[in-house]
């Protein structure tokens, strides 16, 4: 019998325009189990999953018709039918999912903490997005804490491997690391294990819009936090910029205050969306030449260094910290149905979202 399904779809070439499918989902065949996306996490990351959607291959983990796609979320769903032996129904799991009512997954490589998706077309993808952890065998799972794992657990791990990167290289030797798009939870993460470092003892700059400055300068992250327009007070010290907005207005205004003072230009996210373009006009600006941070690559090497269960650990331990003060900056705001969706997509596509809350959506 099959069951009623619902996904919402964006434009690849134009975010702002969406659609939500209803459609009929049949039963899975050998191999493969239907599940129930319960609830999943909506932030500015997400819209960076968009715009990167040709470039990184976000479009191809959930495939959808012609021009439309899917931006993947993290979230928790249930296995509501399953032709997978050793995953019965009822089983809960964490991972990447569209954003849709169901999704079916092909598991491969069970094993006690999860599974990975073995469909044909995310063989090619990273391994880190495939990756679906069971709840009840997850030693970071807590119940209580759903909607935290959905918000920042993806974000952290990004903002651990960004300091991970960052300390590698002994931040490039330089005396300041500005953060732009400093509200962003992945800033924040990054800003907050800086801050805890002995390593670092350099100065964590905040750059972020006018609307999010007390926001962010009530963080406690960052040593100090401008405005966009006030990119030219920057000190002219040297720096190293870890670009989370993507804006090549803004990531000129950055190279050109601080030119050659500049010692490491990182690409990572985009959430001023519509002036996003990592490489447009990079080879004319002062200083080092932008380059993409890819967080699967960086986590790859530390695994092959650590193994995947020292990595786990480093991770846990920053993460459980974590936790703790993020509980202190960000208010839970759970959500359901389509008008719903559309209104904090719009609000996040807009800069408009309050940086102050998570949203938790269910459809």
Known sequence: MSLEATTFQTRKSNLAETRFIHHALNDPAT???????????LTANNITYGVAGDSIGYWKFFPADGEWGCIPVWGFGEIVRSEVSGLSEGKRIYGYFPMATHVVLE????????????AEHRRDLPSIYNQYLLTDAD?????????EQMLYRPLFTTSFLLDDFLAENNCFNAQMIILTSASSKTAIGLAHLLQQHGYSKRQVYGLTSARNMDFVTELGCFDAVYSYPDIDQLPKQTAVLVDMAGSTAIRAGVHNRLGSSLQHSAAVGATHWQDATVGRGADRLPGPAPSM?????QAQRRISELGRDGFEARLATAWQDFLQAAHRWISIEELSGEAALQRIYDAFLQGQADPAKGYIIAL
Do not use: K, N
Not at 293 to 297: E, L
């Open 31 to 41: 191999g493969q189990v239907v599940v129930r996306v319960q609830h999943f996490a």
């Open 107 to 118: 598991p491969t490589r069970l094993e006690a903490h999860g599974f990975s998706d073995g």
């Open 139 to 147: 030693p970071a799972y807590r119940p209580d804490t759903e909607a």
């Open 293 to 297: 941070f890819f967080a699967p690559a």
